[in-house]
């Protein structure tokens, strides 16, 4: 069975730091493209960076480039979002996204995890 | 970035009824769409990718249809297990942009 499970929410002031886990099991890591989806209270779901097999390529959302950073660490079926300098408005739900890929079918988002809640506030 | 608007943003509806809910991209996403569906204080769940193929164990009486930047998720029955919000998600260019989402409640 495949399980994401997100790790390291939790409340942080305007301009601080927080690196938020994921660990995957069901399924082989390493063969997959990882996202990062998130979801601010009572709003709709927003992309936030994604990261290839090996991690040699890496896509952000403009508004988290240059101040968050994705990882993943394959010998440990882990993903990772380092997010510094955090704003209010990157209060969300964040979710660990396994990434599917099908030739001509396009990539789709198949496996979720529950979400860890990340709070900006003084 | 492709932008994702989808209509209504919400509708009542009765358990039984046929629900068509529409999805429109800014630019062409070619087959590329998806559609989840969320319910509330729950992850999303993969419902249709490429535009109508139906996510293992989805229900057949879900469907989806369109091309390039007009798409359509329908539920032909509605049950009460349906009742969500569903986001429409474009695939063909980073970000992969989502819709806004529109929620389906009990009228």
């Known amino acids: 069975e495949v399980q994401l499970v997100e790790s390291g929410g939790g409340l942080v002031q305007p301009g601080g730091s927080l690196k938020l886990s994921c660990a995957a099991s069901g399924f082989t890591f390493k063969s997959y493209w990882m996202t990062w989806i998130r979801q601010a209270p009572g709003k709709g779901l927003e992309w936030v960076a994604n990261?290839?097999?090996?991690?040699?390529?890496?896509y952000y959302v403009d508004s988290v480039k240059g101040r968050f950073t994705i990882s993943r660490d394959n010998a440990k079926n882990s993903l990772y979002l380092q997010m510094n300098t955090l704003r209010a408005e990157d209060t969300a739900v964040f979710y660990c996204v396994r990434l599917v890929s099908a030739p001509h079918l396009g990539d789709s988002l198949d496996y979720w995890g529950q979400g860890t809640l990340v709070t900006v506030s003084s | 970035d492709i932008q994702m608007t989808q209509s209504p943003s919400s509708l009542s509806a009765s358990v039984g009824d046929r629900v068509t809910i529409t999805c429109r991209a800014s630019r062409t996403v070619s087959s590329y769409l998806n559609w989840y569906q969320q319910k509330p204080g729950k992850a999303p769940k993969l419902l249709i990718y490429?535009?109508?193929t139906l996510q293992s164990g989805v229900p057949s009486r879900f469907s989806g249809g369109g091309s390039g930047t007009d798409f359509t998720l329908s539920i032909s029955r509605l049950q009460p297990e349906d009742f969500a919000t569903y986001y429409c998600q474009q695939s063909s260019t980073v970000p992969f942009t989502f819709g806004p989402g529109t929620k389906v409640d009990i009228k």
């Open positions: 990261i290839k097999q090996d991690g040699s390529e890496k």
């Open positions: 490429a535009v109508s």
